[in-house]
């Protein structure tokens, strides 16, 4: 019988645990438990609800309002894993840079990301948005529709990335990729920028831009562009989207070329 | 390239360049024009044609401007690659002898010999650097170069190069900054050619060497040629000749580098005194991979090491073995001997392990010593001696440890000066001496940290947070931390009496849990709170030094409890032991009586019986006893502590290494991480385990050695664990390395545990059967003793004077006074300190400040200066008015200082050299 005395000598670590993981605790709260309860109470997925919020809330045609509207509805009343207003401003910066003409996304979500790259690329620019997600595929036109852009502009395919990647070629007549933003399964980094390298989209000076590699974490992937030598790696270090203490970050990969 | 530019003009030193150069001069100073007509016809011929040409290009002058800067900046990578492409060719000199035999001889013709150069050049070097090279070759011409080779070339192509350097001069140096230094240079050359000397770089005097040299192997060389005396005296005066000022460049040169030599070999001196001292390279590697506090730990674990060194010394030498080597040998008395109910099991690893056995009746402990007054030939007292080490080590680390606290705090003078301080470590940390890829990556990974730490350092200073919350905020931690501290004391207090109570109910109707309860309650929260405790600092928002000096003092706090359970559980043993010894002592005499009536008749002239030592009945002896405890619990502290480090750190370190390739989040940034090096923790249990060696080394000879043991080795494995499994803390911060907080710490504890040592000492009666005080009432009646039978009558007499608490009270109030005037004086002086610092500081400030104005006095002055002297040339000369107004703006850049090399004065042997002199006095 282990006596209470050893038990009580076990509370100040417990007291540690739960400071030092407190973020945690709060992403484990509002990003499970919370939509967990919401989804059963109305019945939508969390990503209609997030429409109809904006759809009530923001300025159709306006993208800074959808986007702080959505802002807006991410800190305050539920979370959803986009890229975040701080990240979003490095994303912002790279392409005022660079001034990318075609663009792919893999990982639409809810198209915050989308209507924030749409929203700052130039006149003629497309954008290639690859969601696995029938649901949230359809939530993801809506507000791209919304924010005003039109399929010349933004082309959403509902697929998975693996089959996408190899056939962007054929089928949609891209013959290089300016900047690629991932922000889909952390899993799928490594093998889609493997797909992308021998596809051959890729040129001198194309910026593959890759969130949340550090947090959720792809270390395979990082390792893989650290070593292989064909990108210039840099890791911008942010927080977790929405939440203050979780340590995050993004990396900008620099295509090199092949030698 | 002020120097090099001297040097340059230090090559030309023949008649037809210096009046080229005055041309120049001339040229871009309006005040010269009456000096002109006093020149010889030939010179204003050139000007004239100068001046004309001039005219002509007076448009290109602009896009020249541009040209030149550009120039001159890859000059300067010039002569540094220079430098190297020199290096090469000596050795290929050296290594074909004869072409450069041939070389020589073909020195007139210079298009062959540059040919045969460049092919050379070609063999061994790659296309790049012989661009470079060609690139090079044009423009030794137009600046002068300073080696011996381009000397050499310039005076064989004199009149071909004549023409081109005219053409070239005026637009190279017309208003750029060096011909401001090429103005006063030969006059400073002519007359300091030492004072020049002096501010030589290495690689020029090295060069000025190799020029030196080349004339002496050319004139060897010509010696054994075939030729005619006449074309060999052509080739010599063509190819210079060693001139006065040169001659005394190479004596100043041979002293120089005798100097070089000779701070060579004080570098060495260094390097090498720096390798006797112990374990420095190491400390210097971690201090520059995780900065200076973490240094500062291993430092202090040196500093420690040493300290030992002296215990063990003293235990050792005066103790262990002259008792070894002359007392009574082992199982002559029953003390020295292994009981007969323990003689079976007395070799068993287990016990061994415990400090049992054969381990407790050896020198190791305190029972083993005989009470014996003088031992072997030497008539060595052995129980004095005892006594005096046992004190004279607490006496001496009180001396060491408050020694090192007051030469520390010399070094914390107040209020360093730090100004400039990222520009000082921008360009001065590198050490161009540096020759080895290790040591360049340390110094490397040390000036990255430095910078950090002075980064943390800055932005502390310029911290300006909410005071309120901060203060809030700070009261709050300490609270939690009060009350963590609190509720842990309570805790064990509560156990610690609960096991008493299981300890007088017997402890064997008791389980594994509730016998080991204290251990595991003390422990666990030795592991715990402090964690605690760092969670908690974060609220506060210190410094990390001052944040790390709370930790310490913290963690400090709660291991005080360890200290109280530990020294309560060993007074309980001790009244126990002694409790048993009373039985014992009288079962000893029943034992004695019993022994002689059973066996020897009442006639005693038999011889009386012999037992053997191992079966004659015994006292429990305590002091062993709590000498026991003692090692027992060094050892167990080491042992954890080792083991610690290798799992917590390593194997923490290898999991995340490895399983990182196959894990789904990233272990190496993320969750478990590698762990940093726990500066507090280790500072801590040093400082704890020094104290027990404090309060056991009366009991047991054997702990300072075994401590050294332990310092030594971990020393090694900590040294290798932070290198290879730890990563640098997040804010690394400076420390100094002799840290007077650790001393601090350690004072308390060296207080806390002479406390228990002295009163055992004092107030509990020697066990009567063993150690060097058995049969004594108390362990310093030993002084007593010696002084009676040892010393004359009147040195007892005088001693017991001294003792006379009439003496020893003023004796006492004196020494409190000393202290307290002593210390008066000192903080005096520390203000006085501050205050000259400070005034220091002003001083400077105010230097700068009036420099600052004077030199934009000066150059307001000579702006005004140029601007009169050019009215008035226009006014009174017209052929000068094309003269480029760009040169009255450079006299504003140029830096009022140079004045001062006109007022030196001049060597004779150049006519051109008062005038020159005086037309650089106007400017």
Known sequence: ?259 | MPRHKLIASESDGKDNEFSLYYVEVEENSQGGQEKQTTRDGKRRRERNGEVSRRRASEKRTTEVDTKRAEKKHEKRHKTARKEGEKHEKRQRRKNADEEEAEEESNKEKKNIKNERTKTLRRDDEKEKDVKKKRKKHVKNEEDNANSGKTKQKDCHDMPLKEKKKKRKKPETTSESESKSESDSAPESKDNQAVGVLGSLTPEELEKLKEAVDERKKLIATMRGKPWPMKKKLVVLRSSCVLQRQETLLIISFLYYSNCQKWMKFQRDFENFKTACIPWEMKIKEIESHFGSSVASYFIFLRWMYGINMILFGLTFGLVMVPEALMGKPYGSIPRKTVPREEEASAMNFAILWDFGGYAKYSVLFYGYYNSQRAIGWLKFRLPLSYFLVGVGTVAYSYMVVIRTMARNANEEGGGDDTSFNFSWKTFTSWDYLIGNPETADNKFASITTSFKEAIVEEQESRKDDNIHLTRFLRVLANFLVLCCLAGSGYLIYFVVRRSQKFALLGLENYGWWERNEVNMVMSLLGMFCPMLFDVISTLENYHPRVALQWQLGRIFALFLGNLYTFIIALMDAIQLKRAEEEIVKKNMTIWQANLYNGTVPDNSTAPPITVHPADIPRGPCWETMVGQEFVRLIISDTMTTYITLLIGDFLRAVLVRFLNNCWCWDLEYGFPSYSEFDVSGNVLGLIFNQGMIWMGAFYAPCLPALNLLRLHVSMYLQCWAVMCCNVPQERVFKASGSNNFYMAMLLVILFLSTLPAIYTIVSIPPSFDCGPFSGKTRMFDVIQETLESDFPAWFGKMFSYASNPGLVLPFLLLLVLAIYYLQSTSKTYKRVNMELKKKLQTQNEENKKKNKLAALKAANELEQARKAGEQRSSSSQHTQNSEPPVSSTHTTTRPPASRGHTSSGHLPGHPQQPQKNSHSNRR
């Not at chain 1, 130039?122 to 948005?129: E, K, L, N, T, W």
């Not at chain 1, 922000?183 to 596809?199: I, T, V």
């Not at chain 1, 650290?226 to 990396?251: K, N, P, Q």
């Open chain 1, 1 to 259: 019988m282990v006596s209470p005395a050893i038990a009580l000598a076990f509370l100040p670590l417990l007291l540690t645990m739960i400071i030092r993981y407190r973020y945690y605790f709060v992403l484990l709260y509002r990003a499970v438990l919370i939509r967990w309860v919401r989804d059963c109470l109305t019945g939508l997925s969390r990503e209609e609800r997030a429409f109809q919020y904006i759809l009530t809330h923001a300025t159709p045609g306006d993208a800074q309002s959808i986007l702080d509207t959505f802002d807006h509805w991410c800190s305050k009343v539920e979370f959803i894993s986009h890229i975040g207003p701080k990240k979003g401003k490095i994303l912002d910066r790279l392409l005022q840079e660079h001034c990318p003409i075609t663009v792919l996304e893999l990982g639409t979500h809810c198209g915050y990301s989308t209507v924030r790259i749409a929203r700052s690329l130039p006149i003629g620019a497309r954008i290639y948005s690859v969601e696995m997600d029938e649901r949230n595929a359809q939530v993801a036109e809506k507000i791209i529709r919304l924010a005003g852009f039109d399929e010349d502009m933004v082309e959403l395919i509902v697929r998975p990335s693996d089959e996408v990647i190899p056939r962007l070629r054929e089928d949609f007549g891209v013959e290089r990729l300016d900047l690629v933003f991932m922000d889909h399964w952390k899993r799928c980094y490594l093998p889609d920028l493997q797909l992308l390298e021998g596809s051959g989209l890729l040129g001198e000076g194309s910026i593959i831009l890759a969130d949340n590699v550090i947090f959720p974490g792809a270390p395979n992937f990082l390792r893989h562009a650290r070593r292989s030598g064909l990108y210039e790696v840099r890791v911008h270090r942010a927080t977790l989207e929405y939440i203050r203490g979780i340590r995050d970050g993004m990396a900008e990969l620099t295509f090199l070329g092949i030698k």
